[in-house]
């Protein structure tokens, strides 16, 4: 009987440990109108910003939050992304438009999985500074609907560090 409860401890221990990245991991990018990768290497990035879609509540401050984040995560990841614009470069601003943005409930996701969940999306577009032309649009969502303590302790900032990172990946050559 000791052995299953050693068993039962180390098995929630890890189980624990493999679902903690879940709120922040990348969630891959839907292409709606994607970038063509061979200017992706070639793109400067002057300037991020965010808007809600009509009827979506979400204030200014928490707008300016992610948009904040995003810009932090392509800094890390894709510095040259965010270089003044050179010759044969393309200068873009990255556009984002929240489309649904959910904090969920604690209490029903620690009560059940699926319940309470977290939902963040948002249409990315990378416009071209001059004429306002989109060069490519994209689908971004993230969301979180873990049961038990894990679920019940994760909140909605723990979700758009996620959020933030899979706006990255749109710069990604992989898409």
Do not use: W
């Not at 990018?29 to 300037?47: F, G, H, M, N």
């Not at 071209?128 to 909140?155: I, M, P, S």
């Amino acid at each position: 009987m000791r052995l299953f409860s050693h068993f039962s401890t180390g098995s929630a221990l890890a189980l624990a440990l493999l679902l903690a990245a879940c709120a922040g991991d990348v969630a891959k990018p839907v292409p709606l109108q994607p970038l063509d990768i061979s200017r992706k290497t070639d793109l400067r990035i002057a300037d991020i910003t965010g808007e809600t879609k009509a009827g979506v509540a979400m204030s200014t401050d928490v707008v300016n939050r992610i948009v904040e984040m995003a810009r932090a995560e392509i800094a890390s990841k894709y510095p040259a992304a965010l270089a003044a614009p050179g010759p044969g470069s393309t200068p873009a601003r990255l556009k984002l438009v929240f489309t649904s943005y959910d904090e969920g409930n604690a209490f029903a996701r620690f009560m059940l999985a699926g319940l309470g969940q977290i939902k963040i999306e948002a249409n990315v577009s990378i416009v071209g500074v001059e004429g306002d032309k989109v060069l490519g649009q994209y689908q971004v969502a993230k969301q979180f609907a873990f049961g038990g303590v894990y679920g019940g302790t994760t909140n909605i900032r723990d979700v758009e560090i996620g959020f933030a990172r899979s706006v990255a990946e749109v710069l990604s050559d992989k898409l």
